[in-house]
């Protein structure tokens, strides 16, 4: 597993996203969020059903994030943080699991998207996914966005990042 983290690494990376490597344990979470968050104002939490469940109250707790925002909050909010569904060594995409309450919105529309991916939740390639061997057959039952680096566009010439979706991409590789 420690390759393909590795490679996970290197390729998200090179696609503009940060990684933080952190262990996977709700203080060690909470100082790197802590840490990421500061002085971000508002924050979004979308589901982390991925990642160890006592991660929750952690996520809940930030300071700025708002429980159950309103259409306007979402609008503004600086940041959003969802669990990813699985990494993808092959191109050091996340691929996030779209369905429950705010994941879309914290995924998609904040300037920084936090991701929190659990190490064991890598796999190689993005077909992967789709095999009933792998993650449990997950993959095949789900609506999955795949993310590879923040939002980018060079539609109109020179490449621009952020103009239809997070600015950044922060990855916190749980270890």
Not at 47 to 64: I, N, S, T
């Amino acid at each position: 597993m420690s390759e393909l983290t590795d490679i996970f690494e290197t390729n998200a990376r090179e696609a503009a996203a940060s990684v933080e490597r952190c262990r996977h344990a709700p203080g060690a979470v909470r100082q790197a969020l802590e840490r990421v968050t500061q002085k971000m104002g508002r924050i979004v939490v979308g589901a982390a059903e991925f990642v160890d469940p006592r991660l929750a109250d952690v996520l809940r707790e930030l300071p700025g994030v708002i429980l159950k925002p309103a259409d306007e909050q979402l609008a503004t909010a600086n940041a959003g943080i969802t669990g990813a569904f699985a990494g993808i060594a092959s191109s050091g995409s996340v691929c996030v699991a779209l369905g429950p309450p705010l994941t879309a919105a914290a995924s998609l529309l904040m300037p920084l998207h936090i991701v929190l991916l659990p190490a064991e939740r890598v796999v190689a390639r993005p077909r992967d996914l789709f095999e009933e061997a792998c993650l449990g057959g997950e993959g095949l039952r789900r609506n999955l966005v795949f993310i590879t680096g923040p939002s980018a566009t060079a539609d109109m010439g020179p490449l621009v990042r952020g103009v239809h979706g997070p600015h950044r991409l922060h990855i916190l590789l749980l270890e």
